[in-house]
């Protein structure tokens, strides 16, 4: 890299969130002059005259400028030393684990993410880990559980599907007092309700396949650092070894999402806080499940921690049963009946049927994905769904 371009990009890193994202720390592509940057679909390089790599770039596994350029926007963006971007957000879960050493104590919850959680739960059945697994919406119950064997704290806050809050600052208290490190999985935050780097957490982790992206249209996964350690360069080594990097096109187009992150971010905050509001009374809903709403577990963490907003997600436990559930949810003409989150678009889903015969969530449970529609369609699109139960 040359000096003016480091320079350049020194410069930008100064720069406030909103723009950093909307412009990307590397900015306009200094040869030509592109606004946005170039799309490098090569699998090689050639070396140059010296057989010496012409700039940082040998082979596609071993990461490319669009690489690059996501993994220094994402790291400015989370307020983080560096950043790795991987296939999927379980790639990049898959890919620090392998990291763990064999017999590692792991602590983590008993409600989270579906996939991250059975991962672990795999780990542990293989005797690859031991896992302990709490209610961590109770601070008190990660201490109980860290030993000085443990590892990895691996908390996901607000807790999927229930939107409970975790209080970040305290579990990174409690992990590192047994030298613990603290990783939060920051998907629903989307680095702009809060960064838990700022609050103590070691590494954050996003499925960038949510609100990063944004358009339901890339997989992607990204981890952030407070430091880089030999830890980080292990998972780094171990990406390309597993051979988990974002591809060229993923990058670009994750690039292109995050140029409206704060904006989408915050007009579906608005609408999701909006709807919790409508239906926190409704005849048909027993419960409205939402950071923002003073009913919530760990609301009072959530006002203080959450300062870019309450975020797009909340669940809303509908008075009916497991089949009326599911009925509420193919009624829904604006909202898709479809798993994933942080689109641009509205989605609804039943995560019981989702998650199988294992779950534990309740069966009235209807986990809402808010997007940036104009809010009226979407509490009408809800009410006469609600009308059919
Ligand atoms: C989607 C998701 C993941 C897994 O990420 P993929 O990109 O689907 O592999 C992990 N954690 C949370 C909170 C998610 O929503």
């Known amino acids: 890299m040359t000096n003016s371009l480091s320079a350049i990009l020194k ?17 306009i592509e200094p040869h030509s002059g592109a606004v946005s940057p170039p799309l490098y679909l090569t699998t090689t390089y050639a070396r140059d005259e010296a057989y010496l790599p012409r700039l940082k770039e040998n082979y596609q596994r071993n990461g490319t400028p669009n690489l690059w350029a996501v993994e220094e926007t994402i790291a400015a963006l989370e307020k983080g030393a560096a950043a790795l971007a991987f296939s999927s957000g379980m790639a990049a879960v898959t890919t620090l684990t392998e990291t763990l050493p064999l017999g590692a104590h792991v602590v983590s919850q008993k409600t989270m993410y579906y996939g ?34 443990t590892a990895l704290v691996w908390i996901e806050t607000p807790v999927n599907p229930t939107w409970d809050v975790i209080d970040i600052a305290a579990a990174a208290a409690a992990a590192h007092k047994v030298g613990a ?96 509001r409508h239906f926190s009374n ?26 870019g907003g309450y975020g797009a997600m909340m669940s809303l436990l509908l008075k009916t049963d497991f089949k009326g559930a599911q009925g509420f949810c193919t009624r829904l003409k604006v909202i898709a009946p479809a798993t994933s989150l942080g689109g641009v678009e509205s989605l609804a889903e039943h995560r019981k049927t989702v998650e199988g015969p294992t779950s534990t969530l309740p069966d009235n449970l209807v986990r809402l994905s808010i997007g940036i529609e104009n809010v009226n369609d979407l509490v009408a699109d809800i009410e006469q769904a609600l009308a059919g139960l």
């Open 282 to 307: 409704h005849p048909k809903v027993e419960r409205v499940l939402h950071p923002g709403l003073a009913t919530q577990n760990g609301h009072a963490t959530a006002k203080r921690q959450m300062t």
């Open 181 to 276: 490190m603290l990783v939060v999985d920051a998907t629903s935050l989307g680095a702009v309700a809060c960064n838990p780097l700022t609050l103590g957490a070691d590494m954050v982790f996003h499925s960038a396949t949510k609100f990063f992206n944004g358009h339901s249209d890339v997989l992607a996964g990204v981890l952030v650092t407070r430091a880089v350690d030999e830890r980080w360069k292990e998972i780094a080594r171990l990406r390309t070894a597993l051979g988990n990097p974002l591809p060229p096109f993923e990058c670009w187009l994750l690039l292109r999402g995050l140029r409206t992150l704060f904006v989408r971010f915050r007009a579906a905050s608005d609408n999701a806080m909006a709807i919790a």
């Open 116 to 149: 991250v959680r059975a991962w672990l739960q795999e780990l542990a059945a293989k005797g690859r880990i031991s896992l302990t697994l709490v209610e961590a919406s109770d601070p008190a119950a990660i201490s109980a559980a860290l030993t000085p064997a």
């Open 11 to 27: 410069a930008n890193l100064t720069r406030r969130p909103e723009t950093i994202a909307a412009q990307s720390v590397s900015g």
